[in-house]
């Protein structure tokens, strides 16, 4: 029962083009939303978020979207460098009382590589 | 400078055995956790503490004993360790719990069981 996925395993993109990552959900729950960035050998480092109150959130390069009628939500990032290439998780979380409060639940992630 | 330390990075181990990975902040985050990355890269949460409490417990079997001693330090010990529980084991940290605040991982020990 994977309630965050990611559906792409690997994306290839050429410098200083945009990359897009997708992440679809299926708890309505959920009302935070995050990519991470893990780097082999490396904990995952957190990038952007952004709530379900909003459809954008941007920070440089990277922006996210949010689609709540579609459950979906994609990264973009423009443009594209080699230092990007990492694995993206896609991750959502809810603040409802209960057991689900402050937990993350990730996608399994997408490999980027960015070609110079 | 680390902020969030785990150690050991690798744990080769048998069958049956107990062993235990340490995990320590710096940032002076008042929540820590415990996620597993399974064989299908899935990050899955199994515990969280708030100040040394046990906040989240995700159906793990009772042979996994987090420990928080104090709300820089967590803990995993596991017992009579099984193959399945072979994975990549993350320790984090957060400001806040249940407020959106953004984890802060470690590097993560690669467990196998043989």
């Known amino acids: 029962d994977q309630q965050v996925k990611q559906n792409s395993p690997s994306l290839s993109v050429q410098e200083g083009r945009i990359s897009i990552l997708n992440c679809d959900y299926t708890?309505?729950?959920?009302?935070?939303f995050l990519w991470y960035k893990k780097y082999p050998a490396e904990g995952p480092t957190f990038l952007i978020s952004?709530?379900?109150?909003?459809d954008k959130n941007e920070d440089g390069r990277f922006t996210v979207f949010l689609n709540k009628s579609a459950k979906h939500l994609s990264l973009h990032i423009v443009p594209s460098q080699p230092g990007d290439s990492a694995v993206y998780f896609c991750a959502a979380s809810s603040n409802a009382g209960g057991t689900s409060y402050g937990k993350l639940t990730f996608g399994q992630g997408t490999i980027l590589t960015v070609h110079p | 400078d680390t902020a969030v330390s785990q150690t050991p990075k690798y744990l080769v181990t048998q069958m049956g055995n107990d062993k235990s990975i340490k995990c320590e902040q710096n940032l002076g985050h008042d929540t820590m956790y415990w996620y597993k990355q399974d064989s299908k890269k899935f990050l899955k949460i199994m515990f969280s503490?708030?100040?040394?409490?046990?906040?989240i417990n995700e159906t793990v079997p009772n042979r996994f004993s987090p420990k928080s001693p104090d709300k820089a330090h967590l803990n995993l010990l596991i017992n009579s360790l099984e193959l399945g529980d072979s994975a990549v084991y993350f320790c984090?940290?957060?400001?806040?719990?249940?407020?959106?605040?953004?984890?802060?991982f470690g590097n993560g020990t690669r467990l196998t069981v043989t």
């Open positions: 952004i709530s379900s109150i909003k």
């Open positions: 503490y708030n100040n040394k409490e046990l906040i």
């Open positions: 984090a940290s957060s400001l806040l719990q249940g407020s959106h605040s953004p984890l802060h």
């Open positions: 708890n309505s729950m959920f009302d935070y």
